[in-house]
């Protein structure tokens, strides 16, 4: 791609060619389409922009003859940046990526049939349905150090306070004996054959029993 020096000999050498009639403003319109700059060492009068100077040289050099010289257009030309614009004259975007806004994106999303909606999360303290409740709750009672798990027992009526709190236990010795947990009362198993028949409250009516009558 040719730069923008080379650009503007090639230009100004087609213009001086076409011979025309107001070659001042040629040259203005021209530079137009440059961003002008001085070097260092180029000097140019108070208060005149870089592409006027420029400008008046090239039509010093057409008033002497010598602005169709591709030699003596170039070493004038050097002596000044010469840059493109960009088509349009309309400014440099950004590199930056631009953020879109939230209200866009969410109206592209419902214009592609997306539901703007997002559910909640459940929340961890959401409650329990009965069934969650009974298997995270466990047996009301448990045993205590690693100890065997206490098995359910039959209750009978008991004989002293007519609670049904009567159930069959073992002692250390083995022996199996009938206890109330609500009143204490105690009353050793019978050794012959039970009465299925008859309540056992009402066979152990007749026996003795270790606790507070």
Known sequence: MATARETLV????ALVAS???????DIEDLLKRYRVQTKPRTEIPEGMTARDALADRLVAMWRQGVLGDATQ??????TFRMQHKKTGGGSQKSARKKVRPRESIM???LSAGESAHVPAPKLITSEQTPEEGERSRGPISSPVAGGPQVKKKTRSECPKCH???VVLARSYAGDDYFSCIYCGWQGYKPVEKPDFSVPVATQLLGQEGSGNK
């Not at 090639?10 to 050498?13: D, G, P, Q, S, T």
């Not at 011979?19 to 403003?25: G, L, M, S, V």
């Open 10 to 13: 090639e230009e100004i050498l």
């Open 19 to 25: 011979k025309p009639d107001n070659i001042a403003q």
């Open 73 to 78: 257009l170039g070493n004038l030309i050097d």
């Open 107 to 109: 109206s592209e999303q």
């Open 163 to 165: 609670s049904q709190g």
